[in-house]
């Protein structure tokens, strides 16, 4: 599949027509989220650096216009425009990791109108769901209270790209290590994995299984108790471990049932037997909501595994994301839609103290105190910085994080703070609504 | 990337114990729900065909190896005697199309352990959420009573290689078109689009846009008529069609606020115009719910967009499913995890009248009146059959619906028929349970 061919058909007609007309003026499209998800007290920018990296390798090439005409069935000579047409355009963004709000742009893109066109849907893709990742993994992280989170979605993620990048996401918002072995190889973050169920009902007896993984794998291990009886592997596991001559680093992991009741048990056992430095690690559908109620019941859990409701960012898998037109040829624009008006002109967040932000146009001046959110990463259609590192995402994450007022940051019924617009961008949007709803109601007349 | 590392760690952990252990013999995986969501009164078999293409290219080669290694932090000698490992095992699943239910195999893997272990996250992670979204997509056909549906999803699904498989799994289940261009040339479904609210904002006007439009498309095209005021977008979109001599063919979009009194007032202004034959296209948020709600208020909406809802698979963006190892080397296995038992042995689904289904043992002879769903589809590593095509997993979609008893067919609190044991699968898995749990019992003395 090429990447370009992965856009909604109407990016194409739209194209068509507008280089038809002529209308290569410069546009300026604002990618944001209207409403956050009621769960969600705030949201992570994330999934900029993989959308820059399709951005400076957009291409519309030969087999590209075949595949729009035969899709549009029309003939390839009528598509034949947009050949070559590459990406030259600017790109003002919030850098990965950085928190964002409702109406906050997250990317605008400015860039011959057509070339702005065309971007849309492989930009909503990319930043959309990995955004909505990005932040559910970061309210496992605030419940998990310090103690180290483990990433465990690849299976249950929407395919294996999209596995991919939530493992990412996990190690952006300070995860400590992924299952992933695509992942952990090509963004040199821990690769971490125990052994299934399956590989001890395979054995005559837990206790062989135990072992034979023992032998395999010199040093330490993560044992799987809860096979059969997790109180009895436990035991098991704590006579393994012993005989072994194991202990630190190693751990024991529990799947299913009463995890802090469990724990609680394994604790005691563990410290019994003098395994006092093995590890306690819990999976089996945790979200932010079980690891909050275990940090809350005090269970002695040392790791916790998310990988399921993570993956699939449960609970809001979706965000209410728009790429909308903000100005045409120096000419702001918005649409009027019952419920979804947009805001005109090109904008920058500034970023007041414990997120009170203001959202106004791009080229006011910060207000005293604030901070503008938005960078140009991209200019002529190349990086203007060398690629971001995980590591800088995150301290930026954990910056943010740390300005985040409590009922944001929590886990039940969070609320996330609420930009205001600028002074300046209030009186263009009342400016340019009385202008749009002049012009149509005139286009009214018969 | 490569294939072979989209795969959780312990995969590999395990396989290289196995592997030390010289236990190479049958294996067979079952892979299934094991309960299905609330809001889901049956789910449709999704994700077969591309898992068998994944399970034919199999190979674990040199760079797979280096990179098990590298994350593993052991030397390439180590994982050696993984290399060259391909999938030549047999697979029998249910067909794409079908509809399933808890607790039935989606597929079963029997091959030697090492290699049926190693393909797991790659069988889940195909299967699992494919099966998700097709199973939203199928609640919105049924929703839509018999009105045509479009695919509008990859802006929002996760990631382009989600979308893709969206847009396919929409067209499994009957959906008339598809705005994704590649699935559209991949899978040959028709491909559909019409306009953005930014190609309106583009223009001086509503009616200069909607001009330019047609221009460029000769033939049909498709209006938005919501970007300022809806009401006077209709107005404006039939006079511009009457004065172009268009109709047949042609659309209008409505994509926010109150979309069935707007295509009321709609119908009765293009009807007015003499264009009876122009249709009313909705879009914006729908899913099942919304689009049941349009059809019980008799909204004259001619075709539904479904986008963001049905490509996260909304509701139920994961399932429960798991791929546990039923038999090894002929000895039927099972775990006695809390609220998690598996059953053992090699299983069959058999169909009966209403999806009154029986789950029996695969060699078990198929109940009077039954049909068995699991066929054998792939040996010694090949497939036995042509590749299927998507109109044939339609059909099977169609007549497996037609069974559907209406309480599973309804939008709202569905309720799943629950298949039954067959006698010899019960008392397989007393048999095996107790053996278990006297083994764990035994194996607990000091």
């Given amino acids: 599949m090429s990447e370009v061919t992965a856009t909604d058909l109407y990016e194409v007609t739209m194209a068509l027509s507008y280089l038809r007309e002529d209308m290569r003026a410069a546009a300026t499209f604002s990618l944001f989220v209207r409403e956050l998800p009621p769960e969600r007290g705030f949201l992570v920018a994330a999934g900029l650096e993989p959308a820059l990296d399709r ?102 993620a929407h395919g294996p790209e999209a596995g ?8 952006l918002v300070g995860f400590a290590g992924t299952s992933n072995v695509a992942a952990a190889q090509r963004y040199g973050i821990a690769g971490t994995g125990t052994m299934a169920h399956s590989y001890v009902e395979a054995f005559p007896s837990e206790e062989q299984a135990f072992r034979a993984f023992a032998r395999a794998h010199p040093g330490p291990v993560t044992l799987l108790v809860d096979t059969y009886d ?47 430095e093995v590890q306690i690690v819990a999976s089996g559908g945790l979200d932010e909501y079980a690891v909050a109620a275990l940090v ?21 898998p979706s965000l209410d994301a728009a790429y909308k037109l903000v100005e045409y040829d120096g000419r702001p624009v918005m649409k009027l839609s019952a419920g979804r008006a947009t805001a005109p002109g090109p904008k920058q967040v500034f970023r007041g103290p414990g997120l009170r932000d203001v959202i106004g146009l791009a080229n006011e001046e910060p207000p005293e105190g604030t901070e503008p959110l938005l960078r140009t990463v991209m200019r002529r259609g190349l990086r203007v910085e060398p690629p971001d590192t995980l590591a800088a995402a995150r301290a930026r994450f954990e910056a943010d994080v740390a300005l985040l007022p409590e009922e944001a940051r929590r886990i039940e019924a969070p609320v996330a703070p609420r930009p205001t617009p600028s002074t300046r961008l209030a009186a263009l949007t009342t400016v340019v609504r009385h202008r749009v709803e002049a012009r149509t109601a005139a286009s009214d007349a018969p």
Same sequence: chains 1, 2.
Wanted: proline share 5%; charged share 25%.
């Fill in 55 to 156: 951005l400076a390798r957009f291409l519309v090439d030969r087999s590209d216009v075949e595949a729009f005409a035969r899709v549009l069935g029309r003939p390839v000579a009528e598509v034949e425009p947009l050949r070559g047409l590459t990406f030259d355009g600017e790109v003002r963004a919030v850098p990965e990791g950085r928190l964002v709000l409702a109406g906050e742009p997250l990317v605008e893109v400015t860039a011959p109108l057509p070339q702005a066109q065309l971007v849309e849907t492989c930009l909503l893709s990319l930043l959309c769901h990995q955004t909505a990742v990005a932040s559910k993994a970061a309210r496992c992280v605030l419940a998990a209270g310090g103690r180290p989170l483990v990433d465990f979605s690849l299976r249950r």
């Fill in 164 to 171: 991919l990048q939530a493992a990412r996401l996990c190690a």
């Fill in 230 to 276: 997790t109180d009895r592997g436990v035991a098991t596991a704590a006579r393994v471990l012993r005989e072994l001559g194991l202990g630190p680093g190693c751990g024991i992991r529990l799947d299913s049932g009463d995890l802090a009741g469990q724990a609680r048990r394994a604790r005691a056992v563990l410290d019994g037997a003098g395994l006092t």
């Fill in 296 to 316: 809350r019941q005090g269970a002695p859990i040392d790791v916790f595994a998310t990988g399921t409701k993570v993956g699939v960012a449960d609970g809001a």
